[in-house]
């Protein structure tokens, strides 16, 4: 249930694009529940926008690839 995302970010902190990596889009195709697991992950990656990142360091977090969502780091694991 593991899936990996492009995430670009405005300056402002929130979500400009959003996609699955390929290997998530072929894992969800493949798996219903890894599909379920990425269109939660994508709930919330918009549902907690706009991130609070320090506007100096635009450069370094505009872009976040791979965006590596594992509900496992969720519960310690």
């Known amino acids: 249930l593991v899936v990996d995302f492009d995430v ?9 694009t959003l996609g699955l990596l ?29 991130y609070k990142l320090p506007p100096d360091r635009y450069e370094e977090w505009s872009e976040i690839n791979p965006f590596h969502f594992d509900p496992r780091q969720m519960m310690g694991q």
């Open 8 to 16: 670009k970010l405005n300056r402002n902190g929130t979500v400009a």
């Open 22 to 50: 390929p290997g998530s889009v072929a894992a969800a195709a493949a798996n219903p529940y890894t599909r379920a697991a990425s269109e939660s992950a994508s709930r919330a990656i918009h549902q907690c926008q706009p």
